[in-house]
């Protein structure tokens, strides 16, 4: 039996070690455009000069041997034959599987704004190499401008800050961080960014980038018309998953990125996969439980991802712990919203016919365990009759005789 496995980031590689856990002799190869296992939720750790490439690492240096794993380091993927069971190299070579594991990833999209694909003062957040080209650009820039206030949008403003570079910061929706936190958790860290010397523009895009003589972006052009002086632009408002390869190959792809079920599986019954190619949870607990479950389907072992709550995020910027979990800003109406403000602590619960469907905790997180229980668990709420946030582990775990816990709703 071969695995070949195409992508070395989260979920690639908590896929082989899984893989190599239930089959020990099996061979299982990875391919990958990068050259070293690096967490890319941190990268701006690396680019604020906190971390060494050897700190960003999340394996053992001797992660290939350890594992028995054949890795074709910067190499990519071109085509796909899933009938010759196949994958196509850049240079035409190709590698056969039995099964095969797609954790490609995604990449930074340039949005359609005038000039801007032309400019070459202009880069994404999303590797190794981009990091170099910003810290080069850091050293020289006075006016640098970060397209995008999400999660990897505030990860290159807070590498920024690092280096003693206040980027401006612009945001197409209403406030940062819109789809972790509602306004009031987003208020939290905009004032915080605001006094650090952090410009930042909501409810705007770019419209034009003005370019120099020699293609640099020089000006933005905002769609309200102000114009933002700017000398280096990055771009981290959005992704596309890296399934170009699969052009022609049979294997079936949605608007968002690969298409897989619960087990990983894909419209081939021999590849799956995991992470970022799909498109539809682009967090780092999501690819590494995606990356196990798809690795222990492809060794025979049956199981499936739908126990797991994907649209979860931890953060903390600038002091400021925050977890947000599931769907924070519901429709007016539609759900039942609860709120505690506390001094220096936000809490939000929101919950529909009993069933706790998103939370906002912001400044104290000692609530964060019992309400991850809450959620597994699919607990009633309406059955513990104290306000939501009084709940504790007691009103739904309790001691037998033989002191074994047990749990009841």
């Known amino acids: 039996m071969r695995y070949v496995i195409l992508g070395s980031s989260a979920a690639g590689v908590h896929g082989a070690m899984e893989l190599r856990r239930l089959d020990k002799e099996s061979e299982i190869w990875m391919i990958s455009r990068d050259t070293e296992i690096y967490s890319r939720c941190i990268l701006h750790h690396y680019l604020g000069g906190e971390r ?35 994958v196509e190299l850049e240079d035409g070579e190709r590698v056969s599987y039995d099964k095969l594991l797609i954790a490609t990833g995604s ?20 590797n190794i190499e981009d990091m170099e080209v910003l810290r080069e650009a850091a050293g020289k820039g006075k006016h640098m401008v970060v397209m995008g206030a999400g999660l ?39 004032e ?8 930042q523009y909501y409810g705007v895009g770019i419209e034009e980038a003005v370019l120099d003589a020699k293609g640099q972006i020089q000006e933005l052009v905002l769609t ?11 771009v981290t408002a959005g992704v596309r998953p890296n399934v170009e390869f699969l052009e022609g190959s049979g294997i079936q792809v949605g608007k968002q990125g690969l298409l897989y079920d619960a ?24 690819a590494v439980k995606e990356g196990i479950v798809a690795a222990a389907n492809m060794a025979g072992e049956k199981r499936r991802m739908e126990d797991f709550f ?71 709420i309406t059955k513990v009759k104290k306000p939501v946030f009084d709940i504790d582990y007691s009103d739904f775990f309790h001691m037998k005789e033989n002191f074994e816990y047990t749990y009841e709703d």
């Not at 050897?54 to 990519?76: C, H, N, P």
């Not at 915080?192 to 410009?199: H, Q």
């Open 52 to 86: 060494s490439m050897e700190q960003l690492s999340f394996v053992e240096r001797d992660f290939a041997d350890r594992y028995k794993i054949q890795w074709m380091k910067g190499r990519t993927c071109a085509a796909l034959h899933p009938g010759q069971r196949q």
């Open 192 to 199: 915080a960014f605001a006094r650090e010397g952090i410009a």
């Open 263 to 286: 087990s990983g599986k894909t419209s081939d019954d021999r590849v799956y996969g995991a992470g970022d190619v799909s498109g539809a949870s682009p967090i780092w607990p999501a």
């Open 310 to 380: 994907a649209s979860k995020a931890t953060m903390n910027f600038l002091g400021i712990p925050t977890m947000s979990l599931g769907e924070v800003n519901p429709e007016e109406g539609s759900c039942q919203v609860e709120i505690r403000e506390e001094k220096n602590a936000y809490k939000k619960i929101v919950h529909q016919n009993g069933r706790i469907t998103g939370a906002v905790l912001q400044g104290d997180l000692a609530y964060s365990g019992i309400l991850q229980q809450l959620i597994a668990r699919r607990i009633d």
């Open 224 to 234: 309200d018309k102000r114009r933002l002086p700017c000398d280096f632009l990055v």
């Open 152 to 190: 990897v949008g505030l990860d290159c403003v807070t590498g920024l800050l690092r280096l003693g570079v206040k980027a401006s910061l612009v945001e197409s929706a209403g406030w940062l961080l819109s789809r972790q936190l509602d306004k009031r958790g987003a208020r939290s860290y905009e």
């Open 107 to 126: 990449h930074t999209y340039i949005p359609p704004v005038k000039n801007l694909k032309e400019a070459s003062n202009v880069c994404g957040f999303r």
